[in-house]
């Protein structure tokens, strides 16, 4: 092992400024409170559950716990505290590992029934020296079911001078009959601007200086954990040359620029495919990831949808200044339905990634799709679009997005507002009408169930077939009076009122198609097809409009 110039051995970050008290465990606030409070009214559990993902602090509450519990302090006449002296014998020996009366195990390594009983038999003695006996079981959830249920009945109720402390990563493996037997505490994860925060604070008593992007670059990647944050901080300060610098902490994590990974975010949003792709190119050559540049898109995405929600988002102390400034350019020109279609497409991405032969080639394709897609009108767009008056009907055989643009602005421009009421001539145009507004489950009511007894322009009877829904009248004429402007009265009338010329539209369209079939049959050219196929016959006739030239 590497010796530092006094000779004492080297201590990795995590190791060195493991927290030996309450007061500097970081990002639990909830947690120090409850068992601060729990320890000064004398309410201490026999047994905890500490869970949460690695590199949380775990372990580290586990062996504060236990130092508590056992501190005397520097008199050699305190009680259970909160605050552990850290110089008394106990407190000493527990921190240093080799306290008698603390026994810290592995579930891992250590999770037969044997090793269990173990702890059962040594339970009923009193502590050699401590004034409990603590027991921290580490990744508990990987004992098996058999020392499970070896431990039940003596964690129900153990002596009063042992303390049981669990801790896991995987809280869903561990039986409910252990869970209800513990007193439970759910660390979070600690978020990237207190971890950076930390860091912070932790170069200046290392002396070391570093650039805030760095740091921020490295808070983002320990994803919560204060350890992996500590190990990723060991190696960019082994890498730096002097200081730590953005540039340095990107290549050791194998992240792309970020000036680079906005301007190749503008390309997408401006629909610029080339321009993407050669940003790409660049991004790849220079060491890029498939998958980490497709997360720095979503990341940069979800930053801007933020921004444009909460503006104050990218006003926070600890981002960097290039999200701060293009961020800031950038909410002004998109809109949140963009944002969340190029969301939805690079998530999508994101997933086709792990399952392509080729990641370099799949980022390329969903590059081109949400490219493409950038030049595509938006959904509000389309049903403006779909509005459009009859006076701009020349467009509609050409349209493209220059087309829209010009429509857009016309429309402004004109500022005239469009007149909604038209005529409707007979009770099929009526029915169609429903069709044409996407409204098919009335329109699926009025086409197959109601048959029309009376028409006439803003009045209408009818009559429903058993398999109808009465209740529907009201919202046809409600959906009349917004189409057309005209208030229609939709009046339902009895059975007795309707004669055999009376008939639904369905019914209408299959007495069509039965003529038809039938005219069909006596045409001389279908006779002789059919002659020359036995057995054939006409299913089906369909209307084929031949345009003549």
């Known amino acids: 092992m590497a010796e530092s110039k006094d000779n004492t051995p080297y201590l990795v970050l995590a190791r060195k400024y493991r927290p030996h008290n309450f007061s500097e465990l970081i990002g639990q606030d909830a947690l120090v409170r409850t068992l601060t409070n729990a320890i000064a ?67 891992a390594s250590k999770n037969k029934v044997e090793d269990i ?37 003596t964690l129900e109720e153990p002596p009063a001078h042992v303390k049981f402390i669990f801790a896991t990563t995987e809280i869903n493996k561990v039986p409910v009959t252990i869970l209800s037997r513990c007193q ?6 600690i978020d990237s601007d207190t971890l950076q925060t930390y860091f912070m604070d932790m170069l200046e008593k290392e002396k070391i200086e570093a650039e805030d992007e760095a740091i ?11 350890r992996d944050g500590l190990s990723l901080m060991d190696r960019a300060i082994s890498l730096a040359d002097g200081g730590i610098t953005a540039k340095e902490v990107q290549t050791m994590l194998g992240l792309s620029d970020r000036s680079q990974l906005f301007d190749l975010f503008e390309a997408l949003i401006g629909g610029k495919v080339e321009d993407s792709l050669n940003i790409l ?8 990831d498939p998958q980490s540049i497709i997360k720095d898109l979503l990341s940069i995405t979800h930053l801007l949808t933020k921004g444009k929600t909460a503006p104050d988002t990218l006003e926070v102390s600890f981002l960097p200044e290039t999200e701060k400034v293009r961020g800031q350019k950038l909410i002004t020109e998109l809109s949140i339905p963009a944002l969340t279609r190029l969301w939805q497409i690079l998530f999508k991405g994101h997933e086709e990634l792990k399952i392509a032969p080729s990641m370099q080639q799949a980022l390329e394709m969903i590059l081109i799709r949400a ?103 009201n919202q046809v004429a409600k959906k009349l009076f917004e189409w057309t402007g005209i208030k229609w009265v939709v009046s339902t009338v009895s059975e007795q009122q309707k004669t055999a010329e009376n008939i639904t539209l369905a019914e209408e369209d299959k007495n069509n198609s039965q003529e038809k079939l039938a005219n069909a049959v006596t045409h001389p050219i279908v006779k002789e097809v059919l002659e ?12 084929i409009n031949i345009k003549e030239g």
């Open 532 to 543: 020359i196929f036995p057995g054939a016959k006409i299913t089906n006739i369909n209307d």
């Open 184 to 189: 439970r505490f759910d660390l979070q994860r």
């Open 41 to 107: 009214m004398d309410r201490v559990a026999h047994a905890f559950m500490l869970t949460g993902v690695r590199g949380i602090g775990k372990t580290t509450t586990a062996r504060i716990l236990a130092l508590s519990f056992n501190c005397i302090g520097k008199d050699g006449a305190g009680s259970v505290t909160a605050e552990p002296c850290g110089e008394c014998t106990h407190c000493t020996a527990i921190a240093e590992g080799r306290h008698m009366d603390v026994l810290e195990l592995d579930a």
């Open 216 to 226: 921020a670059l490295i808070a983002k990647a320990a994803d919560g954990s204060v």
């Open 117 to 153: 009983r173990d702890i059962i038999d040594s339970v009923q003695y009193a502590p050699t020296s401590a004034r409990y006996k603590v027991y921290i079981i580490d990744e508990v959830h990987m004992l098996s079911k058999s020392a499970f249920n070896a431990l039940l009945k």
């Open 281 to 288: 190119d660049k991004l790849y050559v220079a060491g890029g």
């Open 371 to 473: 490219s493409y897609a950038a030049k595509l009108p938006l959904p509000n767009e389309m049903i403006e679009l779909l509005k459009k008056t009859p006076q701009d009907s020349e467009l509609e055989n050409n349209l493209d997005n220059k087309n829209i643009e010009d429509l857009a602005q016309k429309k402004t421009l004109n500022n005239e507002p469009e007149s909604t009421e038209f005529a409707i001539n007979n009770f099929r145009e009526l029915a169609n009408i429903f069709k044409d507004n996407l409204e098919m489950l009335l329109y699926n009511q009025i086409y197959n169930f109601m048959t029309p007894i009376k028409f006439e322009q803003g009045m209408v009877e009818i009559c429903f077939d058993s398999a109808g829904d009465s209740k529907t009248s």
